[in-house]
T-cell receptor, first 114, second 114 residues
């Protein structure tokens, strides 16, 4: 069975600080995909990134970066120079090849204070 | 045009009533889903349909009945509503076999059972 754990329930930082959201996953499959989704206060779920299990390269997109480490089964998400608009609940998710069933972590509520 | 649209966005009803939530996607995807997000923000899959066929049916009470008249629509009918059914229900779609797991979500339908 697959499982995703986001140990940080809530994080609160001051604007412009860097913040890292942790994600640890469990699966016995060798081919799988990891995701991050953002859920702002308006409620919709916004896709941020997909990473397959064979690609451990870190990725950077503007102020966002992701660190995928298979050795520790982690897929952490860092926001650099955080902004108030980054305040949201962030979900890490996992799907194994062919399953089409996305398993979500519990979510981390991130609050950026001005 | 909204890619995945759900109606209604808000639904308040009494216990024991029957209600439906409709979902439509215009992305040409062949797979659609219903996810439930509880009050603690936990997201869990309920159903998945591929080309109108049910492929995932998690442990969901049989008061919940999905219907897919065509691959662009997946409706959710709930009989004899209970207080515990109060949640946000998200519809999503994806293309099976491509971009595995990249789901496009609707804006959610918040159901409140009184």
């Amino acid at each position: 069975a697959q499982k995703v754990t986001q140990a940080q329930t809530e994080i609160s930082v001051v604007e412009k600080e860097d913040v890292t959201l942790d994600c640890v996953y469990e699966t016995r499959d060798t081919t799988y995909y990891l995701f991050w989704y953002k859920q702002p206060p308006s409620g919709e779920l916004v896709f941020l990134i997909r990473r397959n299990s064979f690609d451990e390269q870190n990725e950077i997109s503007g102020r966002y970066s992701w660190n995928f480490q298979k050795s520790t089964s982690s897929f952490n998400f860092t926001i650099t120079a955080s902004q108030v608009v980054d305040s949201a609940v962030y979900f890490c998710a996992l799907v194994i090849q062919g399953a089409q069933k996305l398993v979500f972590g519990q979510g981390t509520r991130l609050t950026i204070n001005p | 045009d909204t890619a995945v649209s759900q109606t209604p966005k808000y639904l308040v009803t009494q216990m024991g009533n029957d209600k439906s939530i409709k979902c439509e996607q215009n992305l040409g995807h062949d797979t659609m889903y219903w996810y439930k997000q509880d009050s603690k923000k936990f997201l869990k899959i309920m159903f998945s349909y591929n080309n109108k066929e049910l492929i995932i049916n998690e442990t969901v009470p049989n008061r919940f009945s999905p219907k897919s008249p065509d691959k662009a629509h997946l409706n959710l009918h709930i009989n004899s509503l209970e207080l515990g059914d109060s949640a946000v229900y998200f519809c999503a779609s994806s293309q099976w076999g491509h971009n595995t797991g990249e789901l496009f979500f609707g804006e959610g339908s918040r159901l409140t059972v009184l």
